[in-house]
């Protein structure tokens, strides 16, 4: 079956502008997290989506949104680009009976200018 | 706050060496435990997890964690690495009970095996 796909690969950003990522899960997987991964932070979670409702948040500014559409495909949108938001956003899907069994995609390579 | 702790950043070991990664965490209650794995060029994996149960688990490729409890650890093993297992390893873990269900993680441990 087709794993998780995540568009685009990478992306290069002026500070200040606003930005779009994107998330198709696994066929049958309704819930979609996203997580930032930096060398100096880690993996932070953002959020978690389920049937189309956030369901979990970080503790991430509100500069950071989301939502998931019916077919459970995701997005995620940061505005107000800032230099340290540089990092690999991953999206990672799994079905309710293994939350967190998850199945990320390759992630997308955002970098702030 | 809950966290989790990853003792040793990098790990260099020659093939056939037996590898522990130790992972521990902060809380008190329930909870659910995963190592994933990222091979290089590749995106996260699950590599094992545990629930609930017999507290040694056995995940893909040979490894094997344990569940102690009274040390709040779960330590990922292999008894001879191969140069393939040359990955970045996370250790995650999920409160259960906490009302905000996310899933804490270490902050990874790189492990390189030398051929």
């Known amino acids: 079956k087709a794993g998780v796909t995540q568009t685009p690969r990478y992306l290069i950003k002026t500070r200040g502008q606003q930005v779009t990522l994107s998330c198709s899960p696994i066929?049958?997987?309704?819930?979609v997290s996203w997580y930032q991964q930096t060398p100096g932070q880690g993996l932070q979670f953002l959020f978690e989506y389920f049937s189309e409702t956030q369901r979990n948040k970080g503790n991430f500014p509100g500069r950071f949104s989301g939502r998931q559409f019916s077919n459970s495909r995701s997005e995620m949108n940061v505005s107000t680009l800032e230099l340290g938001d540089s990092a690999l956003y991953l999206c990672a899907s799994s079905n309710d009976r293994e939350r967190y069994g998850y199945t990320f995609g390759s992630g997308t390579r955002l970098t702030v200018v | 706050a809950q966290s989790v702790s990853q003792h040793n950043h990098h790990v260099i070991l020659s093939e056939a060496a037996s590898l522990e990664l130790g992972c521990n965490y902060s809380?008190?209650?329930?909870?659910?435990l995963f190592w994933y794995v990222q091979y290089p060029g590749q995106h996260l994996q699950l590599l094992l997890k545990y629930f609930s149960g017999d507290p040694l688990v056995k995940g893909i490729k040979g490894f094997e964690a344990e569940f102690i409890k009274s040390k709040f650890s779960f330590n990922l093993r292999k008894p001879s690495v191969q140069w393939s297992d040359t990955a970045e390893y996370f250790c995650?873990?999920?409160?259960?009970?906490?009302?905000?269900?996310?899933?804490?993680w270490g902050a990874g441990t790189k492990l390189i095996i030398k051929p």
């Open positions: 995650a873990v999920n409160a259960m009970g906490n009302s905000n269900y996310q899933l804490i």
């Open positions: 809380y008190g209650g329930t909870v659910n």
């Open positions: 066929s049958g997987h309704r819930s």
